[in-house]
């Protein structure tokens, strides 16, 4: 193995302890700490924003640059089937199908 190599194994070894470790610590620390109600509802709703907050950027953005209107029209549409509780399927396809038309259209 050449230098980098190594490296590379040995940084995917820590990365994979480290990661075993924090999911362990979890149930572990569970009873020994004691969280407000308050508390628990504000990590609650903050790892909603969180997953709201990268859906909209990878919504809206490609890269750095803005991804355009057919992108984000067509998660407007799967976000409004998911809500309507389609099935699965039918989200994604009508998403897809939404950006594929509008691009097919010529709408960026």
């Known amino acids: ?3 980098s190599a190594t490296a590379l194994v040995v940084a ?3 990365l994979g302890v480290g990661t075993f470790a924090f999911r362990y610590a979890g149930p572990l620390l569970r009873d020994r700490v ?3 109600p ?6 609650a709703v903050s790892a909603i924003v969180l997953l709201a907050a990268l859906v909209a950027t990878a919504a809206v953005m490609d890269g750095q640059e803005f991804a355009g209107v057919a992108k984000p029209a067509g ?3 799967g976000a409004v089937l998911a ?3 389609a099935p699965f399927v ?3 396809v009508a998403a897809a199908a939404t950006a594929a038309l509008l691009r097919l259209a010529g709408i960026p």
């Open 83 to 85: 809500w309507r509780r």
């Open 12 to 14: 995917v070894v820590v």
């Open 38 to 43: 308050r508390v628990e509802q504000l990590l």
């Open 90 to 92: 039918l989200v994604v």
């Open 1 to 3: 193995m050449t230098m």
């Open 75 to 77: 998660v407007a549409v």
């Open 34 to 36: 004691t969280l407000s």
